[in-house]
């Protein structure tokens, strides 16, 4: 079991998860203080409108609104295609140690086959 774990860890690209790491973490705790941040400002209610200004004043903020939520959500997209990528990569390791375990498996398989008749005719 310790060979296949060691081997596990061989195969993962730690210097691609090392590089990688910080910048995820920042980017998932921008994220998590924006959501909270928009949360409490849209538990707020807003007033309606009492004249043309104030609704134009109003329209613009919900367009800077959209585009900050818009940036978010490429952010967002961009963090997930990170993390897919990552994952991906820790799939194809695991992959390929299951395809080593069971060439392996064969192998010894056939050293046993092999060995049983040797130590059968060695001990006649």
């Known amino acids: 079991m310790a060979i296949s774990w060691m081997t596990a860890l061989k195969l993962i690209p730690w ?3 090392i590089e990688a790491t910080p910048a995820l973490v920042k980017g998932a705790r921008s994220l998590l203080k924006r959501t909270q941040k928009e949360a409490a400002e849209a538990a ?3 007033a309606p409108p009492s004249s043309l200004p ?3 004043t109003r329209v613009q903020h919900l367009e800077s609104e959209l585009a900050q939520l818009t940036q978010a959500q490429a952010e967002s997209a961009a963090l997930l295609e990170s993390l ?3 994952q991906a990569r820790l799939v194809e390791a695991v992959q390929t140690l299951k ?3 069971r060439l392996l498996t064969a192998g010894l398989a056939l050293a046993l086959v092999l ?3 040797a130590l059968w005719l ?3």
């Open 15 to 17: 210097a691609d998860v």
């Open 115 to 117: 060995a049983v008749p």
């Open 54 to 56: 104030e609704a134009l």
């Open 99 to 101: 395809l080593r375990s």
């Open 44 to 46: 707020e209610p807003a």
């Open 84 to 86: 897919a990528e990552q």
């Open 122 to 124: 060695a001990s006649r």
